[in-house]
């Protein structure tokens, strides 16, 4: 009933740049947490960025002052802008989102933890 896009991602040279959208479509009623994880090859999934609806935002250690998590509302996307990459930023990065949405059958149903497919960033020279 919802689906998470996500586009954005690609080849970047250490020190770029890169900006990260996640575009949730559907008969959503609303959407409460999103943030955006990331897993690198071999290691397990890890949260990036987190921002509530009203732009409480979480960072992970290794991304603050680098990265920053945005998101429009009015669009139902979310953002993460990426600054100063590193070869330790190579990653499937991942949205998430906590929302509710109405079932085929017209019921609001509230669902945490609710993922994209994922975007790769591979940040190399």
């Known amino acids: 009933q919802v689906q998470l896009v996500e586009s954005g991602g690609g080849l970047v040279q250490p020190g770029g740049s890169l900006r990260l959208s996640c575009a949730a479509s559907?008969?959503?009623?609303?959407?409460?947490?999103m943030g955006w994880y990331r897993q690198a090859p071999g290691k397990e999934r890890e949260l990036v960025a987190s921002?509530?609806?009203?732009?409480?935002?979480t960072y992970a250690e290794s991304v603050k002052g680098r990265f920053t998590i945005s998101r429009d509302n009015a669009q139902n996307t979310v953002y993460l802008h990426m600054n100063t990459v590193t070869p330790e930023d190579t990653a499937v990065y991942y949205c998430?989102?906590?929302?509710?949405?109405?079932?085929?059958?017209?019921?609001?149903?509230?669902?945490?933890?609710?993922w994209g497919k994922g975007t790769l960033v591979t940040v190399s020279s």
């Open positions: 559907g008969r959503i009623l609303n959407l409460d947490d």
């Open positions: 998430n989102v906590n929302l509710c949405y109405y079932s085929a059958h017209d019921v609001p149903v509230c669902q945490r933890d609710y």
């Open positions: 921002t509530t609806r009203t732009e409480i935002t």
